[in-house]
């Protein structure tokens, strides 16, 4: 199983690496919506990301797969937990139930 994330915080991207490779997952850490691998399971969005526009990512992935998008954010960022629900994700986390669930998310 292959897994899209679009995460510009080195601390996420490594967290991930390092359970996805306990778990036989790949990872692909992504920038654009061209660079998501055709073969991806699901995809997660950090929103506060500031290397891409999260919102607008979500967007355009939905408008070529359908694939589930997981985004977390910070609790009190609820307008972009507005945005990226009507962007078309699937499920929008707060950043610290995602750190908690990273091993039960990647395995979805």
Not at 72 to 89: L, Y
Request: glycine content about 4%.
């Amino acid at each position: 199983m292959k897994v899209a994330v679009f995460v510009d915080v080195p601390y996420y991207t490594s967290r991930l690496r390092e359970i996805a490779e306990e778990l036989g997952i790949k990872i692909a850490v992504c920038t654009s919506v061209e660079s998501v691998p055709g073969d991806t399971a699901s995809i997660f969005v950090d929103l506060s990301a500031t290397a891409f526009d999260p919102i607008q990512i979500i967007s355009s992935v939905k408008t070529v797969c359908t694939v589930p998008i997981t985004a977390f954010v910070s609790g009190v960022q609820i307008d972009m937990k507005e945005r990226a629900e009507k962007a078309g994700a699937t499920e929008v986390l707060p950043r610290s139930m995602f750190v908690d669930r990273i091993e039960e998310a990647l395995r979805t």
